[in-house]
T-cell receptor
C-alpha cells in the first residue's frame, strides 16, 4: 500500500542549529515528492518538490531535500534554523490510485525552536 | 490573485444543524479538494473534484456532500453536524498534473456542540 511515514512527531532544536526532518515513503513507481509547511493558524505552503532530475532540490526559506531511491526517503534539511521556522512540516507523495492521482500525506513533524 | 479563499474562518454548530463551507479559487485550477485536519491524524481527504461537474470521494466522505458547478467554487456541505466533525477544514486547488503545487486556503475551524 502507498504510505508516507514521518518518524518524528516532534523535534526541538536551538536557533542556529542544523535541522533534518525525515520522510520515508512506500510507492511502487517513481514518486512525486513534496514538503509543505504549516505555520500556526495558517494553511499549508509548498516548500519544495521533486519528481525528476537532480535528487537534491532547493526550496524556499533556505530548505533543501534529497531524494534517495534506495532508502525510499526524502529528508528535509536546513543548515541553520531560525525562530520563524517553528511550524508543522508535512511530507507528501503524489500517487496514482486508479485513474486519479492524489497526494498521500504523512502525519507531520512539529518543529519547536529554542532561542 | 486572491488564491484560495474560504469562509467562514470560524463556526460553531449544534448537533444536527447543517451548513456549507465555502471555497473559491481564482487561478483557473481544475483540481480542488477538501481536507480535514485533526490532531495526530494529519490531513485526511474528504472529497475532491477534477473539474466542473466531476466530484469523487476521498478517505472520509461520510457526512459531507460536495458539488462543482463552476471551476472557481467548491462548497462543502455538512448535512447533519455531529461532534465528530469538529475539526479544521482546508480547501486546496492545483492545476492538472501531479507535479503542480497545491494551494491551500486559510482554513475553517468548526466546532460542533
Amino acid at each position: 500500500a502507498q504510505s508516507v511515514t514521518q518518524p518524528d512527531i516532534h523535534i526541538t532544536v536551538s536557533e542556529g542549529a542544523s535541522l533534518e526532518l525525515r520522510c520515508n515513503y512506500s510507492y511502487g513507481a517513481t514518486p512525486y515528492l513534496f514538503w509543505y509547511v504549516q505555520s500556526p493558524g495558517q494553511g499549508l505552503q509548498l516548500l519544495l518538490k521533486y519528481f525528476s532530475g537532480d535528487t537534491l532540490v532547493q526550496g524556499i526559506k533556505g530548505f533543501e531535500a534529497e531524494f534517495k531511491r534506495s532508502q525510499s526517503s526524502f529528508n528535509l534539511r536546513k543548515p541553520s534554523v531560525h525562530w520563524s521556522d517553528a511550524a508543522e512540516y508535512f511530507c507528501a507523495v503524489g500517487a496514482r490510485t486508479g485513474n486519479n492521482r492524489k497526494l498521500i500525506w504523512g502525519l507531520g513533524t512539529s518543529l519547536a525552536v529554542n532561542p | 490573485n486572491a488564491g484560495v479563499t474560504q469562509t467562514p474562518k470560524f463556526q460553531v454548530l449544534k448537533t444536527g444543524q447543517s451548513m456549507t463551507l465555502q471555497c473559491a479559487q481564482d487561478m483557473n485550477h481544475e483540481y480542488m479538494s477538501w481536507y480535514r485536519q485533526d490532531p495526530g491524524m494529519g490531513l485526511r481527504l474528504i472529497h475532491y473534484s477534477v473539474g466542473a461537474g466531476i466530484t469523487d470521494q476521498g478517505e472520509v466522505p461520510n457526512g459531507y456532500n460536495v458539488s462543482r458547478s463552476t471551476t472557481e467554487d467548491f462548497p462543502l456541505r455538512l448535512l447533519s453536524a455531529a461532534p465528530s466533525q469538529t475539526s479544521v477544514y482546508f480547501c486546496a486547488s492545483r492545476g492538472q498534473g501531479m507535479g503542480n503545487e497545491q494551494f491551500f486556503g486559510p482554513g475553517t475551524r468548526l466546532t460542533v456542540l
